[in-house]
């Protein structure tokens, strides 16, 4: 398949232990306005997290393969999870002086990140439950 991420529920509360490929764990919860404790960021917040860092890790190494310096790199995601259909709006601030043509260059790199891939060209899903039976 390729990647894998497992969550598993933190008893008595509604956090998530999550690992990811099987190498980095971490936190996910929910605010406490709607029950949790606000110790990691919920699901919903990792999607525009994973796009931004996504967009950021394209262009500082696109970047690098040219031998162009960018100097700070900073991508801000903003995510309107109430919308539909769902909207991502992003902003890109290159610390380097660039030229027009690297910095179109850049765009068209940053609109290829993999995850931004992923949404543009839809999503689809094979799912099933498994529960453990109650002897009869």
Same mark, same amino acid.
């Given at each position: 398949?390729?990647?894998?991420?497992?969550?598993?529920?933190?008893?008595?509360?509604?956090?998530?232990?999550?690992?990811?490929?099987?190498?980095?764990?971490?936190?996910?919860?929910?605010?406490?306005?709607?029950? $949790?404790? @606000? /110790?990691?960021?919920?699901?919903? !917040?990792?999607?525009?997290?994973?796009? #931004? &860092? =996504?967009? %950021?890790?394209?262009?500082?190494?696109?970047?690098?393969?040219?031998?162009?310096?960018?100097?700070?790199?900073?991508?801000?995601?903003?995510?309107?999870?109430?919308?539909?259909?769902?909207?991502?709006?992003?902003?890109?601030?290159? $610390?380097? @002086? /660039?030229?027009?043509?690297?910095? !179109?260059?850049?765009?068209?790199?940053? #609109? &290829? =990140?993999? %995850?931004?891939?992923?949404?543009?060209?839809?999503?689809?899903?094979?799912?099933?439950?498994?529960?453990?039976?109650?002897?009869?």
């Amino acid at each position: 398949m390729g990647l894998r991420a497992s969550a598993r529920s933190v008893p008595g509360t509604i956090r998530q232990e999550v690992l990811i490929d099987g190498r980095h764990r971490l936190v996910t919860d929910q605010p406490a306005g709607i029950g $949790g404790t @606000d /110790l990691g960021p919920s699901p919903h !917040e990792l999607f525009p997290a994973a796009l #931004a &860092a =996504c967009t %950021v890790w394209a262009l500082v190494r696109y970047a690098q393969t040219k031998g162009w310096e960018l100097g700070e790199v900073t991508v801000d995601v903003d995510y309107d999870h109430e919308s539909t259909p769902r909207r991502f709006q992003t902003v890109i601030r290159l $610390g380097g @002086d /660039l030229s027009d043509f690297q910095l !179109e260059r850049l765009h068209k790199v940053a #609109a &290829a =990140c993999p %995850v931004r891939r992923s949404i543009e060209t839809g999503i689809e899903f094979a799912e099933r439950i498994e529960a453990r039976r109650k002897a009869a």
